[in-house]
């Protein structure tokens, strides 16, 4: 069966799947809300029986949180098996009031779908099943055997994934895994990520007086929380904008001089980035690119700060309590657990005696490198090419993915396949979220295209 027969149909159906995209959009999902914990089972029943109705084997699995929908077709015992990972469940669509159509109602405007999870990941993941369908209904059959993974719990830190899959470490085996939750590296501009970076996440909280004091009559004896935690803030990057922690870079991977070759010859305009920041200044890592600095170097941040009096007005405030939030990017070989322990051996240097200090380690993820040369890998650059018309180019991600560790070391997979179909301005957790529909398209026949190139490549 040729592959244009099968994009033939994918082009004269592409209508239908938008429509049923927009059912699954509908549904708002939330996981990290209760009042939606309903909506979010109604995604994944949603979800279930769509597997069903194209022809899969699925079921769907509690768990300590949100379910899990496992669906698969695997009749053939001498091929290779492809795992696909997915999730149904979305980010809050706050600030509403910033979203031009209702987050929820799917609305179709200038080539885009936009939603909430239109393109985190409803909408990337619904790309498979499509290709799925589409091959079942053209050749009645699979080139490969597919298991299908879709949590529900992914925009929560997959609280109970890591229990569920090693409960099913037998069921979920294969050979590779495919991963569609990023995005290429730009407008027609496909990328396969080979490299995430991890993330040390943590809190800090300053306790001063055991309750808010009047700042003129304690103001000079009692010690102020907020004043303490900016000092220990402002001593976490040096001048020049590194990290100041001590032993932070010790056990950093540097960047081969092939890789950074490879990321130079990638059309990145410095000058559209600023432009789309609103910024007229990078502040990249001394002696780095701004590409390199934004996916390949590590990073820290204050993520959020708060204390005393913040409304309209004046109070004069003493605060009894002040905290931040600090996120570090980590890059091979560094380990999320030494990170964030030399993390808090440096700030309760720095706190002051008069107040006290707590440090808490909220989330963590190892850093990952996939080889290009993986057989699988050179499979999805065809795959790609075939879907897209293009061919790929290898990108190393900023962000981390912690589902990847995970499925790495439990399922104990190396090919895995960063294969991202929506576009960095997407609007992924931002409002207005938005999925090309000529990207779905391509989407659905890349992953098309995919299972006869893992047959291909691995049945030779």
Request: with cysteine.
């Amino acid at each position: 069966m040729r592959l244009t027969d099968i994009f033939q149909k994918i082009d004269s159906n592409h209508d239908r799947y938008v429509r049923e995209l927009k059912e699954l959009l509908a549904i708002p999902s939330v996981s990290t809300y209760s009042h939606h914990r309903g909506d979010v089972r109604r995604a994944a029943e949603w979800v279930l029986n769509h597997c069903k109705r194209i022809g899969l084997e699925a079921r769907l699995e509690d768990t300590g949180g949100h379910p899990v929908v496992i669906a698969s077709r695997c009749p053939h015992q001498n091929r290779p098996t492809l795992l696909v990972y997915g999730h149904y469940d979305v980010q809050p669509a706050e600030p509403e009031e910033e979203w031009n159509t209702a987050p929820f109602q799917p609305t179709v405007r200038d080539g885009f779908l936009y939603a909430r999870g239109a393109s985190d990941d409803k909408g990337q993941f619904f790309t498979y099943l499509k290709a799925l369908e589409v091959i079942l209904a053209v050749t009645g059959d699979l080139p490969i055997n597919v298991k299908i993974l879709v949590e529900g719990e992914e925009e929560i830190g997959s609280p109970h994934l890591g229990a569920f899959l090693k409960k099913n470490r037998e069921l979920l085996r294969a050979d590779a895994i495919a991963i569609s939750d990023g995005s290429q590296f730009s407008e027609d501009v496909p990328a396969i990520t080979y490299g995430l970076r991890g993330l040390s996440y943590m809190q800090i909280t300053v306790q001063g007086p055991r309750t808010d004091l009047h700042s003129g009559s304690f103001g000079g004896i009692a010690p102020n929380p907020i004043n303490a935690l900016v000092s220990i803030l402002a001593q976490l990057k040096n001048p020049d904008g590194t990290i100041a922690i001590p032993g932070f870079y010790d056990t950093v991977a540097p960047l081969e001089p092939w890789e950074r070759e490879a990321m130079g010859a990638l059309p990145f305009s410095e000058e559209k980035l600023k432009a789309y920041l609103g910024l007229e200044r990078l502040c990249e890592e001394p002696g780095y690119s701004a590409l390199e600095s934004k996916t390949a170097r590590p990073t820290l941040d204050i993520n959020g700060i708060w204390g005393g009096f913040s409304g309209e007005g004046a109070k004069t405030v003493i605060p009894a309590k002040a905290g931040a939030k600090v996120s570090m990017r980590l890059v091979p070989h560094q380990k999320p657990r030494d990170i964030a322990a030399l993390f808090t051996q440096y700030v309760t240097r720095l706190c002051p005696k008069e107040v006290s200090l707590q440090v808490n380690a909220l989330h963590g993820a190892e850093p990952v490198l996939v080889s290009r040369d993986l057989p699988q890998v050179q499979a999805a650059v065809r795959a790609i090419h075939a879907g897209f018309g293009v061919a790929p180019v290898f990108i190393r991600e900023g962000g981390s993915i912690p589902i990847v560790n995970l499925l790495k070391e439990v399922l104990e997979l190396e090919a895995i396949l960063l294969l991202g179909w929506g576009r960095p301005d997407d609007g992924a957790h931002a409002p207005n979220e938005r999925f090309s529909l000529s990207d779905f398209k391509k989407g659905i026949r890349s992953a098309a295209a995919l299972f006869f190139e893992l047959h291909s490549c691995c049945c030779a």
